[in-house]
């Protein structure tokens, strides 16, 4: 026991001196002439902030769009970091906080071992890019090799994995946990969403997986080589592939699981390729109908569709920015697992579930 007791005492004593040392770095796309990371001076890339970081910082992202050097190919290096939007529970915040590369790179690349202390949340990447000719070629908005950040509350839209696997995430050897977020308008060789590839673990809590697209396989999602996907209390429908094989409309699986509950997703004919000794599980709670958005047109950018869900007790109208009533309500509506505490963030009387 004495070893144990003494390995114990040291992981607290390393924790309460990186409690100690943590720093709160700022950026804005403005910058500053003479940026130090604070609130008053931010600097004026995310690249700058990560240079300057160390593991337990947190590098906060004011409201604007992050493009150009500095703000695309984004790789921690084995740093443990929170890299966050400034209000990253509110959508609009999240909305106007934007990573975009422009086609010309990736957002970011996490190779070096960083573990699910890594939080990825609030913020927006778009119009991110991977080709064939990178190493690897997949993931454009995040490419994951031995690591397994936590991605939570982002926005990912029309971004682009040319010449491989995971439209906007890719991991592989990886144990990523991915909550509270919009896939829309992605697009990928394989995957158009989402790819999981060599022996990954993946969690997809919370989240819709709406509109992505794939030339050859997996429309939404993609997972090879005893890869195991768990998809709980969201919504994946309306993805599609570009090729007429029709297979996988939704999700392709060679020699890989996905296990799915309390969640909208369509089980036509050719939605599921099963490939090998795979194997998809639907349990408890999973829907078949249509989630009833308030206006959608699967293919089109994100601003051109409302993924509010209809409901004849009250819903958000974002265009004309006051509450409407619909004729139907979505099935999805208060159909998540009975035993999440969630809903407890809904203003009374909605529901009591998530």
């Keep these: 026991m004495y070893p144990v007791k003494i390995w114990g005492f040291w992981a607290l004593f390393f924790l309460l001196i990186c409690n100690l040392t943590a720093a709160d770095l700022y950026v804005d796309p403005a910058g500053c002439p003479d940026p130090n990371g604070s609130a008053e001076m931010p600097f004026a890339t995310i690249q700058a902030a990560l240079d300057a970081a160390q593991s337990g910082d947190r590098i906060l992202l004011n409201p604007g769009v992050y493009t150009g050097p500095g703000n695309r190919d984004l790789d921690p290096n084995g740093l443990i970091l929170t890299i966050q939007g400034s209000e990253p529970s509110d959508p609009d915040v999240i909305a106007q906080t934007i990573i975009d590369p422009n086609y010309l790179g990736r957002g970011f690349v996490f190779r070096n071992q960083e573990d699910p202390n890594f939080l990825l949340m609030g913020l927006t990447l778009r119009n991110t890019w991977s080709q064939q000719e990178d190493d690897p070629p997949h993931g454009s908005a995040i490419s994951c090799s031995g690591a397994s950040p936590t991605i939570r509350s982002c926005i990912f839209q029309e971004c682009d994995a040319d010449g491989g696997w995971g439209g906007a995430i890719y991991g592989e050897f990886s144990e990523m946990q991915i909550e509270h977020c919009l896939f829309f308008g992605n697009r990928a060789r394989y995957g158009g969403a989402i790819g999981a590839n060599l022996f990954s673990r993946m969690t997809l809590n919370h989240c819709t997986i709406v509109g992505n697209q794939a030339w050859f396989n997996g429309g939404g999602l993609i997972c090879d080589f005893d890869t195991s996907i768990t998809l709980t209390n969201s919504i994946f429908t309306f993805n599609h592939l570009v090729s007429k094989e029709n297979k996988g409309w939704q999700v392709s699986l060679r020699d890989s699981s996905m296990t799915v509950s309390f969640s909208s ?17 639907l349990h408890e709670g999973v829907l078949e109908a249509a989630p009833e958005f308030a206006s959608s047109v699967p293919s089109a950018p994100q601003s051109y569709s409302d993924l509010h869900l209809r409901s004849q007790a009250g819903r958000w109208d974002s265009d004309a920015a006051e509450w409407v009533t619909d004729s139907v309500t979505s099935p999805c509506i208060d159909a998540g697992d009975p035993n999440s505490a969630a809903w407890s963030a809904e203003p009374w009387p909605h529901g009591k579930r998530v």
């Design 265 to 281: 997703i369509a089980n036509e004919p050719n939605d599921f390729e099963i490939i090998g000794n795979s194997l998809i599980q």
